[in-house]
């Protein structure tokens, strides 16, 4: 072992690490994103219709991918003490470091564009809610759904969005064709163990949600645009420390090289006296 300094041992076991559980986080997300890649079914081919967005699957397979190289890299150069491979790393997480503050520039520039698009795709994906013909793994109906409770909402813009054909076409042909009574899903349900349950207009009524999902989704944005920008520099501040672990270790490393090479010179001139 080259690293012989405690701070560089320090960094060699920080680096190794916080490496391995980003190793399997990128393995998982690439498994995911090939498994609703393969399988995804209507749900991939309606998030494909909206021009210019990037569906999940795509970006869990990229961003497994990302992670999987990134961490690689830094692990084969920290056990085997491998100089280039450290400096591979330092470059690629120096790379990355400039897209991530680029793209939190441009989220916050274009946040009301992105905004929109997730509104719309909402809105699509509504179109086929509880069709199990059409959406065999049941990931649009869950998708809405954990939408719908994570939010606390019901419909696009309201309950009696479930009964309008243009915005929840399967769902408002099926349950609410003609009929005086309004079924809203379970997710909209109050009682989160109910299948379904009916639309009442009282303002008394404690039985579903009655905010439409667009504006509890502005809301939580505006709630949480400083945690997540927070969040954003945590990250950065982060991987500014790895990369200073990763150039203690580079460091200590390349000192070694240079300390053995003169060594080796000293020994080969004294030889040759």
Known sequence: MRV??????????ILLLVNIVIFLAGGGLLGLGIYYHL??????????????????PVVMMFLGSLFICISFFAIVGALCEVVIMLK???SIIAIVLILEVILMA??????????????????????????????ELNIITKT????????????????EDWKNKTKAEWWATKYNNNTDVLTLPGSCCIDSTSTSCQF????????????????EFYKFVEEN????????????????????????IRYELSSKYECDDYASGSNMEITSL
């Open 39 to 56: 399988e995804g079914g209507l749900y991939e081919q309606v998030l494909n219709e909206l021009n210019g967005v990037i569906t999940v």
């Open 144 to 159: 809405i759904d954990q939408t719908q409770i994570w939010l606390d909402c019901c419909g696009l813009d309201g309950p």
């Open 225 to 248: 645009v400083t945690y997540i920008t927070v969040a954003g520099i945590v990250m950065i501040v982060l991987q500014v420390f790895i990369m200073i672990s990763a150039l203690k």
């Open 200 to 215: 009442d207009s009282t303002e008394t009524q404690n039985t579903h949600h009655t905010a439409g999902c667009r504006k």
């Open 4 to 13: 012989q300094s405690c701070a560089g041992k320090c960094s060699k076991v």
């Open 106 to 135: 441009v989220c916050v520039a274009m946040r009301g564009e992105a905004e929109k698009k997730a509104v719309l795709a909402i809105h699509n994906l509504m179109e086929h809610y509880g069709n199990d013909e059409a959406d």
């Open 88 to 90: 591979i790393y330092l």
